[in-house]
């Protein structure tokens, strides 16, 4: 069957929270699920849920913190580079039906990551995975390249009216 290119991009909350329910859906399913993220560094409360109930799905996160803060340091480039590679190994690979690259539309966003060179590696992909991509700032080429697209639009925040990142709901 073939697999489809999923985006999930846009300013509103659930892009992240999405692509891993839809990896709790697939492993509910039996398909074999490999997470890839960007930018990141934190143990974040469903990472720290996949290692303790989903132990045999990987999780592989390149990056330095939450966020970049106004430019990507050299660090940055370095762990995106790093994430990148790995990420063209795994698109090759017949054992992955489902592959999450989370956060990597801020990787392209920043420069540090090739937005053609990924749309390359996807066409010469193993064409039975499922691949989903999110962050916000999603490229038009990927957008007109992808098979779904979805965008989180914010209607209403609470960090608007100041609320601090929360255990579990956020992070
Ligand atoms: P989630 O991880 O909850 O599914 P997301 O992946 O759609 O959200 P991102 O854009 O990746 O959201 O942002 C990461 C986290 O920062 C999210 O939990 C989101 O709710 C939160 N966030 C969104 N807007 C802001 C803001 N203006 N200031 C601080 N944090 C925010
Ligand atoms: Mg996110």
Redesign the pocket.
Known sequence: MKGMVHVYTGNG??????AFGLALRGIGAGKSVYIIQFIKSMEYSEIKAFKKYFPFVPIEQFGRGCFIINKPEKEDILEAKKGFERVKELLKRKDIDILILD?INIAIYYGMIDCAELIEQLKNRNQEMEVVI???YAKKELIDFADLVTE?KEVK?Y?NSGVK?RDGI??
């Open positions: 909350k659930g892009k992240t929270t999405a956060e999110t962050g916000r989180m925040h960090y990142a956020e992070r």
